[in-house]
């Protein structure tokens, strides 16, 4: 029988640690999510680790003449994972009642008012559609409670949402003190954060952050507003370069770094850490210090740049193993990567469970592990086609992509074509951005003439690398589909180790070889198959004559309504890219109405994508002169601009449309959401192309729906539900409307928990059927001959009838 042997590497990996890691890991991730059966996972783990113990002191004591070395060895690795596994259940068990308390859960499932006093876990920006936080204090009702609670806090219907006016104004630093008043709503048991906490009045901050965090706060805003002086997509990606600071990033040059499988070079990770570490050691050794105290030096300043990056799940990771690194080397003892990586993940993951299912640590970790064990073979590899300094620079990119694409797939089913290729042309000069980049934050307070001056060279290759992502991004076929869930991740999975078996694997025989090759290309074509075939279908079943079109733009809203050849778009979106997408993919050229419900970034801030594509525009009351100048916009690209008014009314194609909200005056209606513009499309005429009627509920909250009902709304065959499917609605208006379809714009994990599932029962109790830019990507309705309504699903590719 011939031997099959993995790798060229002169030194294998120690993996005796990975198993226990591996199973605590599992533990972990299995238990957070069943709360209430976490105690007994507890305990079974702790009986379980006494058996194996007393199983491995049987073993040891007996000796060969019952059980071999390798079976001691086995019991004694069970028993470790037995132990890991108990270790961390235990933790879980131990937080699990102090961040989810009782009290907190009743108030939730009640409805209740939270006066809360919290510490921001991350800067806050006027812009921020949410931020997370830690509860720290609450009153419910009479009862006052000193807690842990950590939650992500959003403004509900109106307090407060970022606009045009407030999109750069920072707030609040990590570890303000802030008031907070609202309701709570409690996520699922396994999320990282326990609560939701939606705010009926905008935080208040009570405390600036301490001494020991706002110097932090500090570096990072004058290097933020140092970088904002370069030119281009370089200045604005400097930050996450440096220190992992994306607010300045575009949605264009972001959706570009994660097509093009750059985006992990602006989370902060060993690399970072290993450069500063090392250029405190060299620093070191030139001032003559001794081992242990450039030891002790590199860690405070590897903590005190932990504060500076944010403590991300990545740079966690990171920390814990160059800290152990260098409390070995301070003993002398020789480390391996791999036992390094398995003991930073158990330590993490005692310290909090939660981890476990954070998908940042998961790509972290594959990433780390994929570099210390397959790197090395691969480019050994490779070195057998190509010399050897090529092999190593594509081993690097090539080991951490296979070790994370599989779990990619579960976030985004689709694999970067040129990924490989971008993270090569990339990958020098990363390295040298974060440098010069964190010199510039670390010396711009003190010498900003200095600081500016690193800022320019650092601008350099990060302006390069942004130029790669945008290329990359931009040629054809950079984005091959892939089958998507947990199938798509089992099937690449599999491939990954067949392919990693053919390139390192010795001894094979040629048969062997022939086999797992001819698997390999059954699995390819029998995939390309299914997704050729669903790509066709899809296309077959594609609707041409739609009336209502659901554009998929993310967390936001744009519909299209179609009647006649006529065109109106309700709302942008976020995003001038997304919304030219859609609009190109269903071939609109001209939009004939454009009504822009309210200036929340979510419903403008793709607005320049049809700007000189307009005729007549439709907007809601303005709060500011930035308001104003979004309508200026329209207006200098030739549409004329009115305010929107009940009464206000004219004809699309077939379709007569409506005024209905705001009330003009206000009369005690706020500018935003409560003010967004409502209307309603009604058939008029013999409606040969179909006139499905349907209401647009802008972002209005339950209070102005239930004076909207007084207004004498009919029923409607479609409806765009109100504020991307949050809890603030009034069911009165939803069982009024009777709507057999409800549109719902909403981003794929959002943070806000849109749609709620409060909003979802009430349209099951309208018989309403729910469609979803999230689950279902672009949205078609389309009306049929015998009254029906035929909708079509992007995600799915079906033309379903409905009602």
């Known amino acids: 029988m011939t031997a099959v042997r993995l790798g060229e590497s002169r030194v294998a990996p120690d993996l005796r640690l990975a198993i226990p890691a591996t199973v605590a890991w599992a533990a972990a991730a299995c238990g957070i999510a069943v709360p209430e059966l976490l105690v007994p996972f507890t305990v079974g783990a702790w ?29 004694a690795m069970l028993t470790l994972s037995c132990c890991a596994a108990a270790v961390v259940l235990s933790a879980a068990a131990t937080h699990t009642d102090t961040r989810r308390p009782s009290a907190f859960l009743e108030a939730a499932r009640a409805g209740r008012f939270v006066v809360a006093t919290a510490t921001t876990t991350q800067t806050v920006f006027a812009s921020n559609r949410s931020f997370t936080a830690t509860i720290v204090n609450t009153r419910i009702g009479a009862a006052q409670r000193v807690v842990r609670v950590p939650v992500r806090v959003f403004r509900e219907a109106g307090q407060g949402e970022p606009s045009a006016r407030n999109s750069t104004r920072s707030s609040a630093g990590i570890g303000a003190t802030i008031s907070l ?50 030119p281009g997509d370089g200045g604005t990606l400097l930050p996450g370069l440096a220190i992992g600071d994306t607010s300045a990033v575009s949605t264009r040059l972001d959706d570009a770094m994660k097509a093009s499988s750059l985006s992990h070079l602006t ?14 050691m060299v620093g070191g050794a030139f001032a003559g210090l001794r081992r242990r105290s450039r030891i002790a030096v590199s860690i405070a300043v590897l ?16 920390a814990a193993m160059a800290t152990l690194v260098l409390l070995c080397l301070s003993t002398g003892r020789p480390t391996q990567g791999v036992p390094v990586l398995s003991l930073a993940v158990l330590v993490l993951l005692v310290t909090d469970p939660w981890l476990s299912r954070e998908y940042g640590f998961v790509l972290s970790v594959l990433a780390t592990g994929g570099l210390l064990v397959l790197s090395g073979p691969l480019a050994a590899a490779l070195a057998r086609w190509l010399p050897r300094p090529i092999a190593l620079v594509i081993s690097v990119p090539l080991a951490a992509q296979l070790a994370c694409q ?73 984005q091959l589909p892939w089958l998507a869930g947990i199938g798509g991740l089992l099937l690449l999975a599999a491939l990954t180790i067949l392919v990693l078996v053919l390139l390192l ?8 070889r022939r086999t797992i090759f001819g698997t390999l290309v059954v699995l390819i074509v029998g995939h390309s198959g299914v997704v050729a075939g669903g790509a066709l279908h899809t296309g077959l079943t594609r609707t041409g004559d739609w009336q209502y079109a659901l554009c998929d733009i993310g967390q936001g809203d744009a519909v299209l309504i179609q009647s006649r050849g006529k065109i109106a778009l309700i709302d942008t979106g976020p995003n001038p890219e997304r919304l030219t997408r859609c609009l190109k993919s269903l071939g609109v050229d001209r939009i004939d109405l454009l009504i822009l419900t309210h200036y929340d970034l979510d419903h403008v801030g793709g607005v320049a994508a049809v700007v000189g594509r307009v005729g007549e525009t439709i907007i809601g009351p303005a709060a500011g002169a930035d308001d104003n100048r979004i309508s200026s916009r329209v207006r200098s690209g030739g549409s004329a601009v009115h305010l929107g008014a009940p009464g206000l009314s004219g004809t699309l194609g077939e379709l007569r449309w409506r005024v209905l909200w705001p009330p003009n005056p206000l009369r ?39 004076r909207l009902l007084t207004l004498g709304v009919t029923a409607v065959d479609v409806v765009k539900v109100a ?4 809890a603030d609605q009034s069911a009165r208006l939803y069982a009024q409307l009777q709507a057999r379809v409800g549109l719902i714009g909403v981003g794929i994990d959002n943070n806000y928990g849109h749609p709620n599932a409060k909003l979802l029962r009430i349209l099951a109790d309208s018989s309403t059927a729910v469609a979803r830019t999230d689950r279902d990507g672009l949205v078609l309705v389309t009306s049929e001959p015998n009254g029906g309504i035929r909708l079509w699903r992007e995600r799915q590719g079906l033309a379903k009838p409905s009602g």
């Open 47 to 75: 009986a379980t680790t006494v058996l194996a113990l007393g199983g491995w002191v049987l073993c040891s004591r007996t000796g060969h003449a019952v059980l071999t070395h390798r079976w001691r060895v086995i019991v």
């Open 181 to 230: 008043v609202g309701r709570l709503k409690a996520t699922a048991a396994e999320d990282s954060t326990a609560f939701l906490f939606f705010t009926t009045r905008p935080p208040q901050v009570v405390r600036p952050p301490p001494a020991w965090l706002n110097w932090a706060n500090q570096l990072r805003s004058s290097f933020r507003v140092t970088a904002a002086t370069l």
């Open 267 to 280: 989370a902060v990770s060993g690399a970072n850490c290993a450069v500063v570490v090392g250029l405190v």
């Open 303 to 318: 903590i005190g740049f932990v504060l500076l990056v944010t403590p991300e799940p990545s740079v966690l990771r990171a």
């Open 406 to 478: 599989p779990v990619i797939i579960l976030l985004n089913p689709t694999i970067s074509s040129y990924g490989l290729l971008a993270n090569i042309l990339a990958g020098l000069a990363a390295p040298v951005a974060t440098v010069l980049g964190l010199g510039s934050c670390l010396i711009v307070p003190w010498w900003p003439w200095l600081g500016l001056a690193l800022a320019h060279l650092a601008w350099v290759p990060s302006a390069w690398i942004a130029a790669v992502a945008t290329v990359m991004s931009g040629l054809p076929g950079n």
């Open 505 to 512: 694997a010795t001894g094979m025989t040629p048969r062997l």
């Open 668 to 706: 005690g209606v706020a500018p935003g959401n409560p003010a967004s513009v409502i209307v309603s499309f009604a058939g008029v005429g013999p409606c040969r192309s179909g006139c499905l009627s349907a209401l647009f509920l802008g972002d209005l909250g339950e209070e102005s729906q239930r």
């Open 723 to 726: 504020h991307h499917g949050s």
